[in-house]
C-alpha cells in the first residue's frame, strides 16, 4: 500500500498511539498534506472530525494546511464544528483558519455548530468574526440549524449577536417557521421573547398555519399569546383552524376567537412591536420600573 495512504487507513482506525504516527510522519515519502484520491480529506480533516487535539497541534507542526478543502469544500474547521469539538476549534482558529468559508452547500463553520448545538464551538467562531448573518443560497443560516435542531441555548446567543429574526430561507421561511415544523416549543419561545413576527407570510404560511398543521398545540399556544392572527389566510385562503386535525389545537383556536385577548395584552404586544429587535434585550435596557419591564416581558 501506498505509504501516505497507509497514514490515513492508520489515522482513520485510531488503534496506533500518537508516537507511531509521529514515526510515519518522519519518513521521507510519506506527505502530511497528502489527500484521499476519493474525497481530498486529508488527515488534518480526520483529526479535526474526531477532535483528537493531540494529533491536530502535531499534523499542523508538521505543516498541515489547515484550510485545505476536500471535494465538498470542507475544511478541518467545517469538521471540527460537525463534531461539536471546542477544543479542535480553538487550535484550527489560532492556527489561521477562515471561519466564514462555506462548503459545497455554502454552510459554514458556524452553521455546522449551532446545528450541533455547541455553544461553545460558536462563540469561538464568533469571537474570531464569523458572520452570525452569513450571506447564503440554499442552505439554513445558523439561527434556522439551531431551531431545526432545538438548540434554544444556541437561538438564546445568536440573537443576542445580531442574528436576523426576519431572515427567511427558501424551504421553510423564518426561524419561527423552522421551530413550528419541528414542534420545538422552547425555540418558539425564544424566537417571540426576541420579537418574531408571529404573523410572518413564508413560503404561503404564517408560523401559527404551520405548528396547527402538524398538531403542535404548545407551540399554538404560544403564538397566540404573541399574537398570532387566528383569522389569517394562507396563499389558499386557509385559515389555521381549517389546517389542523389535532382535537387540542382545535379547541385552543375556537377559544380564541370566543375569547378575544383583554385590551392590556393588546396594548403590550402593540409596544412589543414597535420596539428595535431583538426585544427582550431592549426592554432590559430602558430605565423602567420592573412591574413594567415584567409586564412588557410577558411575565404574569
Given amino acids: 500500500m501506498d505509504p501516505n495512504e497507509l497514514l490515513l487507513q492508520t489515522i482513520n482506525e485510531n488503534r496506533h498511539p ?47 494546511h489547515v484550510n485545505s478543502g476536500t471535494v465538498d469544500f470542507m475544511t478541518p474547521l467545517h469538521e471540527a464544528c460537525f463534531g461539536g469539538h471546542p477544543g479542535a476549534v480553538n487550535i484550527l482558529i489560532s492556527e489561521g483558519a477562515e471561519t466564514n468559508v462555506h462548503n459545497i452547500d455554502g454552510s459554514t463553520p458556524l452553521c455546522f455548530a449551532c446545528a450541533k448545538g455547541s455553544l461553545q464551538c460558536a462563540l469561538l467562531l464568533i469571537d474570531a468574526g464569523a458572520e452570525v448573518n452569513p450571506s447564503l443560497t440554499i442552505t439554513f443560516p445558523p439561527l434556522h440549524e439551531a431551531a431545526l435542531n432545538g438548540h434554544v441555548e444556541c437561538i438564546e446567543m445568536l440573537l443576542k449577536m445580531g442574528a436576523d429574526l426576519e431572515k427567511s430561507e427558501n424551504q421553510f421561511g423564518t426561524a419561527l417557521h423552522v421551530a413550528c415544523t419541528r414542534g420545538f416549543v422552547d425555540c418558539v419561545q425564544s424566537l417571540l421573547h426576541a420579537g418574531a413576527n408571529p404573523n410572518a407570510i413564508k413560503r404561503h404560511h404564517a408560523p401559527l398555519h404551520t405548528a396547527a398543521y402538524f398538531g403542535f398545540a404548545d407551540c399554538v399556544s404560544a403564538l397566540l399569546e404573541y399574537g398570532a392572527n387566528i383569522y389569517q389566510g394562507n396563499a389558499r385562503s386557509l385559515r389555521p383552524i381549517e389546517m389542523t386535525g389535532n382535537e387540542a389545537c382545535r379547541k385552543m383556536l375556537l377559544t380564541q376567537a370566543e375569547t378575544p385577548p383583554k385590551l392590556i395584552h393588546c396594548c403590550r404586544l402593540l409596544i412589543r412591536r414597535l420596539m428595535p429587535r431583538p426585544v427582550a434585550s431592549n426592554i432590559s435596557l430602558l430605565p423602567l420600573p420592573k412591574p413594567l419591564m415584567d409586564y412588557l416581558n410577558h411575565y404574569r
Fill in 18 to 64: 500518537l508516537q507511531y504516527i509521529g514515526k510515519m510522519l518522519a519518513r521521507p515519502d510519506v506527505s502530511v498534506n497528502f489527500a484521499n484520491p476519493r474525497n481530498d480529506e486529508t488527515a488534518l480533516h480526520v483529526a479535526a472530525k474526531r477532535g483528537d487535539v493531540e494529533l491536530l497541534k502535531l499534523l499542523i507542526s508538521l505543516g498541515a
